[in-house]
């Protein structure tokens, strides 16, 4: 399975901007659609936003909407997510995750390979 490797999670104040980035094994993003989830204390996992394998389509949240942007860079084998105007209830702990192209993109089931997870945390 690929190996995931997220970064760029902190604490912020709300309002604030974070970008996470999601290091995967060279030609990884070319096969699979990529994802990012999150799950906050005590909740079930979520999905936050997703981008096709080509990178020609994405989707997001209602939650997110306006506020979040994932992209890809296929060179630097880096997903990122982009993280504007954060709310205290963004905080969560968020993955990102790898899926076979033409699985359901916002189904926790369709991804197999997960990363460790990073920690976001906004505060008021």
């Known amino acids: 399975q690929a190996q995931l490797v997220e970064s760029g999670g902190g604490t912020v104040q709300a309002g604030d901007s974070l970008r996470l980035s999601c290091r995967v094994p060279r030609r990884t993003l070319g096969w699979y659609t990529m994802a990012w989830f999150r799950q906050a204390p005590g909740k079930e996992r979520e999905f936050v936003a997703a981008?096709?394998?080509?990178?020609?389509?994405?989707y997001n949240a209602d939650s997110v909407k306006g506020r979040f942007t994932i992209s890809k860079d296929d060179a630097k084998s880096t997903l990122y997510l982009q993280m504007n105007n954060l709310k205290a209830e963004d905080t969560a702990v968020y993955y990102c995750a790898a899926a076979k192209p033409g699985s359901p993109a916002r189904l926790v089931s369709s991804y197999a390979n997960w990363g460790q997870g990073t920690q976001v945390t906004v505060s008021w």
């Open positions: 981008i096709s394998r080509v990178g020609t389509s994405t």
